[in-house]
């Protein structure tokens, strides 16, 4: 059952000449349940199309596109982005440092969210405040619940963080890159944490990487993101083993595999276009090597090459194996 959907999302701000389209024509769907991957290069769109779910995109930013969300299993309604903000969805930042409160005790921080959406008083928010924190994992929650963020270390921090983003209990759980700072085996431990939560509570996730190794271990599907458009999606197995654009499997031969000899890293020549410049037809054909003519004026549809499966490109064809 669709929990949410994203129908033609676009991110214009405003500027002298022509407005600026970081975010350009974004269509997915998460089911309940369901680990949904957005990956892409930095500067994709990818943190800013999450931000946009909830109504977290910068000033001077407007957003046009329909948003849809099944809070209560009686189907799914538009809703605007600061309404759901705890009740319906919580979000996981990237550094926990800087987004956490430094004047705040961690308690206290996610004793915050319960107080605020559920009515708890000052030492039943506490209470739970403690249950969270030994629910995500952290030992001693008594103790570290007294602390203030900047003692902890940085994968007591996430998980702090991700208490928070549950202790209002939503539906959905936006985690924009939370793995990036931390240590593999830290990395692994929080991921393991994701699956957890998700398995335990029913939780929908979106989750947001440039790492496809990361992706590929936690996600049940991808969307794969270029210069602010949708480039494909799939299940992620299947798109991962055989990708059907060209950017797709650019980065998935740029991954570091122990399978592989020692050697130099596949890279993807050039770089991203200027968000600033009016691109038309395939944003990814000045880097790809299967465009022709008719990529630089193609326009972009996701279409529908296997079941479960979408590609924007117009030459699926001429993929070479991985």
Known sequence: MTLLSVRKLRVEIAHPSHPIVPIDDVSFEVARGEIVGIAGESGSGKSLTLKALIGLTPPGASQTGELLIDLDGRGLAPYEPVDVRGR?????FQEPLTALNPTMRVGDLIAQGPRTHHGLSKRAGRAKAIELMEDVGIPDPARRARMWPHQLSGGLRQRVMIAVALSTEPTLLLCDEPTTALDVSVQDQILALLHRIRDERGLAIVFVSHDLAVLGELCDSLVVMYAGRVMETGITAALLDAPHHPYTAALTRAMPSLDHDAG???????????????????????????????????????????????TACIHPDRLLPL
């Open 88 to 92: 319906g969805m919580s979000f996981v």
């Open 264 to 310: 130099r890293l596949s890279t993807i020549p050039g770089q991203p276009p200027d968000p600033s410049s009016l691109m038309t037809g395939c944003r990814f054909a000045p880097r790809c090597s299967f465009a022709d003519d008719a990529c630089s004026h193609a326009a972009h549809e996701l279409v529908t090459i296997a079941p479960n499966r979408l």
